[in-house]
């Protein structure tokens, strides 16, 4: 198995990356910008009034104040009061704003990150999806990016908001007693080295995360998809244990990083009482001293605040954006991976397809030096039937995944209708493919909706004709909602029988050029068999048809046999060229005809699986 090749990321393509994602929501950006700048600048008004307020507006001894005197303060006050309740509200109002358009834009790029990352994953070969486990994927599109949200959201529009604020508060402390804030600023510039150093640890985990949480959720949805396996086998235990084991690797993650924020914010908390300490005995002898007002000193302390705030935010705002870059990182990665559609654009747009499908010296390796089809060469003109025989894991499902273009040839070419497939646009192509398979995936819907799924566009009309050729309405209708039934997820609802019926009618419905039947038949009880036979000879008419089955009957009337031995072909004709061949098929058969025979002697015992057409 091929993994997608995984292109170290370097920090400039992520950096790259998260320009574009804030260029692109530019917009709603600056509005917030300056929205923020309205709100920071409002938020100075209290601590800018406290000096005003001690020095001028409240004088220390009231007693000699005259009654003017008292008037004018009193007046002053008001004042005061007045602008420090109106910058409350330009607050309040500016930071409702902030988020609202902020937290709106964030959950906006969220939704277009989650479409790229789907509408990209969809998009990826059938090879990916064999190598990861879904929920990984799953995890991939809905968790990583959510991290974008302390991006775009109010993560970096407070981050600047806060270097600006302490930046304009650093301006003020240095204009009311530059030797204060030297000192201050001696301790701020160790914390920040704290800080960064605390990052450097951080940042790595935070990389870790996400893609243990890929791979719990990975686990966990495969245990529920095989939640019937689990029972059956008891194995719920095992299940808890391996789940719990992840859960716990996720949880040990999350709390070293936990153990690293609250590191910072102990260490913030020592930083704030060290200044606190500083302004006390440095600022209240500069005050006895008459270097300083009482008001001075106060607005002093009241802007340290206003200069730390920020800064420990940062810590904070840090770790989020850290995790953003991260989520960045893990899309950046699965968006990096090719689609195999990639280069439709230069590719021949099929247009009519009849069906002519030519193999021509098909090697084809799953794994690199292990072929599993080794010079396959055979022609299926146009409306023929193709059955393939040979023993399980002999390569016959993916010969059909060769023609199906879900697989592609290491070497030789494929020809439909006389042109190389890996030439052919790839949606193009699949329009005109129709698929039953042993096990038939149905979406949870109505039956009805199961069988237009082949064609989106067609009437109820023929829809219901599709189902009646199929012979769906022998068990439809008898169901109280009819077609209206929801089978369920993966159609659990429904019977193999009849899972293979709708199955059937989805791919009459979507009159394809190209059939495939990959044991369609092997897994039914007589009944469901004849009616499915019966619709399936309605379905192969006139279309290129390749068949696998175990099932004789089906083989017998085919255009062409080819046996596949450990991926090659090693007989090839019709049924009696080949019976005359005395062969491997020939065993095959007789092997068949007489466990026949015995069903007719012993009606009860069933003719199913793979078991019969081992050598
Ligand atoms: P058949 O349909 O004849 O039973 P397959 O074509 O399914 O056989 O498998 C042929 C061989 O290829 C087997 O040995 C199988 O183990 C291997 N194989 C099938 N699918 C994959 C896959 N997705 N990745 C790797 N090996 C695979
Ligand atoms: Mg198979």
Redesign the pocket.
């Known amino acids: 198995?091929t993994t997608p090749a995984k292109p170290k990321i370097s920090r400039d393509v992520v950096w790259r990356e998260a320009r574009e994602l804030i260029w692109l929501h530019r917009g709603r950006l600056g509005l917030g910008f300056g929205l923020m700048l309205v709100n920071r600048a409002a938020g100075f008004v209290l601590p800018g009034s406290t000096k005003y307020l001690l020095d001028k507006v409240l004088p220390p001894r009231l007693v000699h104040l005259t009654s003017a005197e008292l008037a004018l303060a009193g007046h002053r006050l008001g004042l005061v009061a007045m602008a420090v309740g109106a910058a409350a509200l330009v607050q309040a109002a500016t930071s409702f704003g902030l988020s609202q358009i902020l937290g709106v834009a964030a959950q906006r790029a969220i939704t277009d990150m989650r479409r790229a990352v789907q509408s990209h994953l969809i998009r990826l070969p059938?090879?990916t999806f064999?190598?990861t486990q879904t929920g990984q994927l799953v995890s991939r599109v809905m968790n990583d990016a959510e991290g974008i949200r302390n991006l775009i959201g109010t993560g970096l529009v407070q981050l600047v908001g806060g270097l600006v604020t302490a930046a304009v508060a650093m301006c003020v402390l240095v204009s009311l007693n530059w030797r204060l804030t030297a000192m201050t600023m001696v301790l701020l510039i160790l914390f920040a080295g704290g800080m960064a150093y605390a990052f450097t640890k951080l940042r790595p985990i935070f990389r870790v995360r996400g893609q243990l949480n890929a791979e719990v959720t990975g686990r966990l949805v495969e245990s529920i998809s095989g939640i019937r396996v689990v029972k059956a086998y008891a194995a719920e235990r095992r299940e808890r244990l391996a789940f719990a084991k992840g859960a716990n690797k996720l949880f040990r993650n999350v709390a070293a990083s936990m153990t690293g924020i609250s590191a910072t914010t102990a260490l913030s908390a020592v930083v704030v009482g060290v200044i606190g300490t500083l302004l006390i005995v440095v600022g209240g002898h500069d005050v006895l001293a008459g270097r300083m007002t009482v008001g001075g000193l106060m607005t002093y302390v009241v802007f340290t605040g206003m200069v730390a705030a920020p800064l420990i935010q940062i810590a904070a705002i840090g770790t989020q954006i850290t995790e953003a870059f991260a989520g960045l990182d893990r899309i950046r990665e699965l968006r990096s991976w090719v689609p195999e559609d990639a280069d439709d654009a230069n590719r021949e747009v099929a247009g009519v397809i009849v069906g002519h499908v030519k193999f021509d010296d098909v090697t084809f390796s799953?794994?690199p030096g292990?072929p599993?089809?080794r010079h396959i060469s055979f022609d299926a003109p146009a409306g023929s039937t193709t059955a393939?025989v040979?023993?399980?894991?002999?390569?016959?499902?993916?010969?059909?995944?060769l023609v199906m273009a879900f697989?592609h040839p290491d070497s030789g070419r494929i020809l439909i209708d006389g042109r190389d497939l890996e030439g052919l646009r790839l949606r193009n192509y699949r329009s005109r493919l129709g698929i039953v398979l042993q096990d038939n995936f149905l979406f949870d819907g109505t039956v009805l909706e199961n069988i237009r799924f082949a064609q989106p566009g067609a009437s109820d009309a023929e829809v219901l004709e599709a189902a009646r050729v199929a012979h769906c309405d022998e068990f439809a209708l008898r169901f109280e909602l009819g077609y209206q039934t929801i089978v369920g997820e993966r159609g659990v609802k429904l019977s193999g029988g009849q899972r293979q019926r709708v199955a059937i009618a989805r791919a009459i419905l979507a009159d394809p050029a190209i059939l495939i039947l990959?044991?369609a038949t092997s897994s039914l009880d007589s009944e469901s068999e004849a009616l499915i036979q019966e619709g399936l000879a309605r379905l192969r008419a006139g279309r290129t048809t390749f068949v696998?089955a175990h099932r004789l009957s089906t083989i017998t009337s085919a255009d062409q046999i080819l046996v596949?031995e450990a991926?090659e072909i090693v007989e090839r004709g019709n049924h009696e060229q080949l019976l005359g061949l005395d062969g491997r098929y020939r065993k095959l058969y007789e092997r068949q005809y007489r466990q026949a025979l015995d069903r007719y002697v012993n009606p009860g015992e069933e003719l199913t699986g793979?078991a019969h057409l081992r050598p």
């Open positions: 198995m059938i090879r064999d190598a799953y794994q292990v599993v089809l393939l040979g023993s399980s894991g002999s390569g016959k499902s993916t010969l059909v995944s697989n990959d044991e696998i596949l991926g793979a």
